[in-house]
């Protein structure tokens, strides 16, 4: 089984930070450089979006135009741990945000239908 969990959310205010961390953990996350990880968000009324991805290795990252410059995606395989640094929080960053795996070590996918395993989500709210 693999379990995510996500933590960190909250409401702030534009222009402040959060950080959001993912736990993994189960059997099959035992070589956690194995699998790519990934942050979607959807917002009320919307799909899901990609925010940041992250290879196994963090030998390559990928960023969703909306928060380039602003967010930062990291990870660290011994802990199983997966990050997600804010900043410049903006109004319409409001979503519950995911943590996902691909359990297939391969290029950056963005598409949700790529991602295997999914957390609960946590709530961020900006507000104005």
């Known amino acids: 089984q693999v379990q995510l969990v996500e933590s960190g959310g909250g409401l702030v205010q534009a222009g402040d930070s959060l950080r959001l961390s993912c736990a993994a953990s189960?059997?099959?996350?035992?070589?956690?450089?194995?699998?790519?990880m990934a942050w979607f968000r959807q917002a009320p009324g919307k799909e899901h979006e990609i925010v940041a991805a992250?290879?196994?290795?963090?030998?390559?990252?990928y960023y969703a135009d909306s928060v380039k410059g602003r967010f930062t995606i990291s990870r660290d395989n011994a802990k199983k741990m997966v990050y997600l640094q804010m900043n410049s929080l903006r109004p319409e960053d409001t979503a519950d945000y995911y943590c996902?795996?691909?359990?297939?070590?391969?290029?950056?996918?963005?598409?949700?239908?790529?991602?295997?395993?999914w957390g609960q989500g946590t709530q961020v709210t900006v507000s104005s």
């Open positions: 996902a795996a691909d359990r297939l070590l391969r290029n950056i996918q963005t598409m949700r239908a790529a991602y295997d395993y």
């Open positions: 992250i290879r196994g290795d963090a030998g390559s990252r």
């Open positions: 189960g059997r099959i996350m035992s070589i956690m450089s194995s699998y790519n």
